[in-house]
């Protein structure tokens, strides 16, 4: 099956500063990936997703980024903020039919620190 | 967008009691619904996947007689812990999806087996 890597496990950044990142999927059949944002205690909220045959998207200060050929694609947040502090995940899925459809399989988490 | 909900938000019972988690898609109809088990500090894990009218496929190592899991209808996924003990107690998160790719999270239940 699908396996997601995610690092870091941990990032702390300054106010303003840029925050990335990256994460690798084994299956070269998913085709959709999703960026989550959870903070405790609460449900995983979108943020971005990007789907295979693109290679960026962007979205005020959030972008994705996707390479298909070494399999990986990163969050790169932009003049982060003290409430862009929350878990961040990423997830890969499979779209093509079958018993793997939807099945959403998600990296270890990254725990994002703003300081102000 | 399209919202999921789940009752209870939280629970607490008794070891060896069973407890029925509720997932409803509110304004849209869930072709799929998914339910996931989430450890503190710890990523979602899929516990099984659910198609209405059909039996859900669980997950390599998740027990089908102890998370029973019943897909009703098209608006409805119900999540029964059985005989439910300490390490059980997690933060169950129900998601489903429609028509589109988007997948769309239930705030999730906590429960705590004493």
């Known amino acids: 099956g699908e396996n997601v890597e995610q690092h870091p496990s941990t990032l702390s950044v300054q106010e303003g500063d840029s925050a990335v990142i990256k994460c690798t999927y084994s299956?070269?059949?998913?085709?959709?990936f999703p960026w989550y944002k959870q903070e405790l205690g609460k449900r995983p909220q979108l943020i971005i997703d990007?789907?295979?045959?693109?290679g960026e998207k962007k979205d005020q200060r959030i972008a994705v980024t996707l390479n298909k050929t070494a399999k990986h694609f990163s969050l790169h947040i932009t003049e982060t903020q003290p409430e862009d502090s929350a878990v961040y995940f990423c997830?890969?899925?499979?779209?093509?039919?079958?018993?793997?459809?939807?099945?959403?399989?998600f990296g270890q988490g990254t725990i994002l620190t703003v300081h102000p | 967008g399209a919202v999921v909900s789940q009752h209870p938000s939280w629970v607490i019972c008794k070891s060896g009691t069973s407890v029925k988690i509720e997932c409803r898609s509110l304004d849209f109809q869930a072709t799929t619904m998914f339910w996931y088990r989430q450890f503190p500090k710890q990523s979602l894990m899929l516990m099984a996947t659910?198609?209405?009218?059909?039996?859900?496929?669980?997950e390599q190592g998740v027990e089908k007689d102890k998370f029973l899991i019943n897909h009703a209808s098209l608006t409805l996924s119900t999540l029964t812990v059985t005989s439910a003990h300490p390490e059980d107690s997690s933060f169950y998160i129900c998601?489903?999806?429609?028509?589109?790719?988007?997948?769309?999270f239930g705030p999730g239940t906590r429960l705590t087996v004493t």
């Open positions: 998601s489903a999806t429609g028509e589109g790719y988007e997948q769309y």
């Open positions: 299956d070269s059949a998913s085709n959709y």
């Open positions: 997830a890969a899925r499979i779209n093509a039919g079958g018993t793997s459809y939807g099945k959403l399989t």
């Open positions: 990007i789907r295979s045959n693109v």
């Open positions: 659910s198609n209405e009218g059909s039996k859900a496929t669980y």
